[in-house]
C-alpha cells in the first residue's frame, strides 16, 4: 500500500504518470479550454490504492444485481474522490454530489482534514500543520460509470463505452470518463476527435474505432495495477518520430 501510495504522487515520465501529473495537466488544458494532443498522453497511469478499493466495490455490487451504477470524480486536496453512488436502470446512469472539504484544529501541530460527500462523512485523517493548505482545491475530474455482466451460450461477458457514453463525453465537454467492466477503461478526448456523435450507434463503437477512427485516446487495465495505453496507429507514428 505505502509503495502505491509513493507512486502515486513521485512516479512520472515521458512514458508513465501518477494520476497526479495527470490531474495538474487536466487542470492546464481545462484553464485554456482545449483538449489534450495524443502525443500528451502517457504510456500507462497509475491510480492509488483507496481509489481501486472503491471501483472493486462498485463492480462487485453490480456484478450482484445487474444495475449501472454511477458516480463523479473529485480532486480535493490531494485525493481522489468518489461521489455518492447513482444507481440506475441497466441502461444509462447519471450521478451528481455535493463535496466539502475541512480543516479542524487538533493540537499545535496537528489538524483534523475531513471530507464530507452529499452530508456524510467520506474520509477523516490527520495533516500536519504545515501541510494545510491556504485554499482548500477542489476539482470535478470526470464521471464513470459500471456495465453489468452478460451471459450468452454460457459465456459472460461486459459491454464496451455505448453510444450513448460517447455522445454524453461529447455533449458534456469533459475530457475523459471512466468506465468499470471486470476491467477499468478511461477514454480522453483530444484534438483530434472529429465525429458527429448524434450519428453513432452501438455498433459504431469498439476499441479498435475509438482509437484509430475517432481519435481517442484510451486506457484499460486489470484492478490495482497500472492502466496501459491502447496501442494506435498514433502511437506508432509517433515512435517514428522519436
Do not use: C
Not at 7 to 15: C, E, H, T
Not at 124 to 133: A, G, H, L, S
Not at 206 to 220: A, P, Q, R
Request: glycine share 4%; no cysteine.
Amino acid at each position: 500500500m505505502l509503495k502505491s501510495f509513493l507512486n502515486f504522487f513521485l512516479s512520472d515520465d515521458s512514458s508513465h504518470s501518477s494520476f497526479y501529473a495527470v490531474y495538474q495537466k487536466i487542470v492546464k488544458w481545462r484553464s485554456t479550454n482545449t483538449y489534450p494532443n495524443p502525443y500528451d498522453l502517457p504510456d500507462t497511469i497509475s491510480l492509488p490504492y483507496e481509489f481501486w478499493e472503491r471501483i472493486r466495490g462498485l463492480h462487485k455490487n453490480t456484478r450482484a444485481d445487474r444495475l449501472e451504477r454511477s458516480v463523479s470524480v473529485y480532486w480535493v486536496d490531494g485525493e481522489l474522490i468518489l461521489s455518492s453512488i447513482t444507481t440506475g436502470s441497466t441502461s444509462f446512469v447519471r450521478s451528481t454530489s455535493q463535496i466539502r472539504a475541512a480543516y479542524t484544529p487538533k493540537n499545535k501541530e496537528y489538524f483534523i482534514k475531513e471530507i464530507i460527500v452529499d452530508g456524510k462523512r467520506y474520509s477523516r485523517k490527520e495533516v500536519y500543520y504545515k501541510k494545510v493548505p491556504q485554499k482548500i482545491e477542489l476539482q470535478y475530474l470526470f464521471n464513470m460509470h459500471t456495465h453489468p455482466p452478460h451471459v450468452y451460450n454460457e459465456q459472460t461477458y461486459y459491454g464496451f463505452f455505448s453510444a450513448q457514453d460517447i455522445k454524453s463525453l461529447m455533449g458534456s465537454g469533459a475530457i475523459l470518463t471512466g468506465l468499470i467492466t471486470n476491467e477499468f477503461y478511461l477514454i480522453f478526448r483530444t484534438n483530434k476527435v472529429n465525429i458527429d456523435a448524434n450519428t453513432l450507434e452501438d455498433k459504431d463503437i469498439t476499441i479498435d474505432s475509438v482509437v484509430n477512427n475517432f481519435g481517442y485516446v484510451l486506457y484499460k487495465g486489470s484492478f490495482g495495477k497500472k492502466l496501459y495505453r491502447v496501442s494506435s496507429n498514433l502511437n506508432s507514428d509517433q515512435s517514428a518520430i522519436n
